[in-house]
């Protein structure tokens, strides 16, 4: 039934009329104002990354107030499509055709960013930075207007094959996934890892992202006799697997998917022990960790917090993401000079050499070319020791993290 509806909301998506712009539409309008469009989930259930598109906002406010770039203002205008792949699409084309945005930059997820790709596209508007992890949004061929940002879900799952192998190559190995293609590429990297070793997966789960127990699929996992835990899904989600794993008395190795990894700030004072030693990746720094409290990055993120976004936490990963995002698209922003047709933005988004975020881990950068539009391709896996999140071995490159045998 699953299927079904989903190809019938596909074809629905499909049969909807896309007509292009008019060709006057596709230029920069020339008065002096760069408008950007944005989609987020500010309500639904996935409203705890909301602040992403909030800090967006805010840091082209503060690009506002130092003069704009290259003399223009920006206006990022981003509207909410309540996790809604048919509402993201409406959202879009208002953007396009009521506000005129110049392209749609740092949009939240991934069904909705598959909704509208195809309407982007066909209307030659650039689709970039998208908020999703998805090997889709690498297919300059195919899709020319869209392009990534972060690390690739099947890229982390592979990471994650790789650290098994090398510290619990003798443990049973469950895995608790999302329903979804966010869960499904996570748990598809991660069998690629694994190569031969797939053997070490002896349980699977699925949960939905509505669901507000997952009590019985971890009891079930736990009759695996698994001894390392990886869970695919959303913070609040994971912490509710953290807690049932207490209850239960089950205490396997877990791993945390990154975008999971802000679950042990939603567990209540007591609860953080059951969180000592999870492993996850990450590829931004942590505003709260001491270690980078003399860090220039970290110092002018806190300064552009107080002034701009002082409702935001500083500790929230997804303000530091947003942040990041913001930065990068300024940058590319930057390299138009004084040539803001979409043509021209697409080529400079697909033209950065070695760019790094203020708030990026050393060592990894932001490259782009006419046939990559990946464009963070490193990470670094971290462990919580019960009050951050501390960094573990080197810097790994997902472009050389293939499928391995053994």
């Not at 792949?85 to 991934?110: M, N």
């Not at 994650?160 to 510290?167: E, P, S």
Request: glycine share 8%; charged share 20%.
């Amino acid at each position: 039934m699953r299927m079904i509806l989903k190809i019938v909301f596909a074809a629905s998506l499909l049969a909807a009329p896309m007509l292009p712009l008019a060709a006057s539409e596709t230029k920069d309008t020339g008065d002096g104002e760069i408008r950007i469009g944005n989609i987020m989930p500010y309500s639904g259930p996935l409203t705890e990354f909301a602040p992403i598109g909030k800090t967006e906002s805010a840091y082209f406010d503060m690009i506002n107030d130092r003069g704009g770039i290259n003399g223009r203002k920006v206006r990022f205008i981003s509207r909410d499509d309540g996790s809604n792949p048919r509402k993201a699409l409406e959202q879009t084309r208002q953007l396009i055709e009521d506000d005129h945005v110049l392209l749609i930059s740092g949009s939240f997820g991934t069904p909705g960013n598959l909704a509208v790709r195809p309407y982007l596209n066909e209307n030659r508007i650039p689709q970039l930075f998208v908020a999703s992890g998805d090997q889709e949004w690498n297919k300059p061929a195919e899709f020319p207007w869209t392009m990534g940002w972060q690390p690739p879900f099947r890229a982390e799952g592979r990471i994650y094959a790789n650290y098994v192998q090398a510290f619990h190559p003798d443990h049973k190995l469950a895995v608790l996934w999302q329903n979804d293609q966010f869960g499904r590429d996570l748990l598809i990297g991660l069998q690629e890892g694994l190569g031969d070793w797939t053997r070490m997966i002896v349980a699977d789960s699925t949960f939905d992202i509505s669901d507000k127990s997952i009590d019985r699929q971890i009891d079930v996992l736990k009759a695996s006799g698994a001894g390392v835990l990886l869970f695919a899904g959303s913070p609040n989600l994971a912490a509710l697997a953290i807690r049932r794993l207490a209850e239960i008395d089950w205490h396997p190795v877990v791993i945390l998917n990154n975008v999971a990894a802000p679950a042990v700030r939603a567990l209540r004072p007591a609860e953080v022990q059951n969180a000592v030693g999870v492993i996850s990746t990450s590829f931004l720094k942590n505003a709260t960790d001491p270690a980078w409290k003399d860090d220039e990055g970290i110092k002018q993120f806190s300064t552009f917090m107080d002034r701009y976004y002082p409702g935001g936490g500083k500790a929230d990963s997804n303000v530091l993401f947003g942040y990041a995002a913001a930065q990068t698209l300024s940058q590319v922003l930057e390299q138009c000079g004084d040539d803001f047709s979409r043509e021209n933005i697409m080529r400079q988004a697909a033209s950065l050499k070695d760019f790094q975020s203020s708030v990026t881990l050393p060592g990894i950068t932001i490259s782009t070319g006419p046939n990559d539009f990946l464009p963070i391709k490193q990470m670094r896996l971290v462990q919580f020791d019960g009050n951050i999140w501390q960094l573990i071995g080197d810097v790994i490159d997902s472009a050389f993290l293939g499928p391995t045998n053994h």
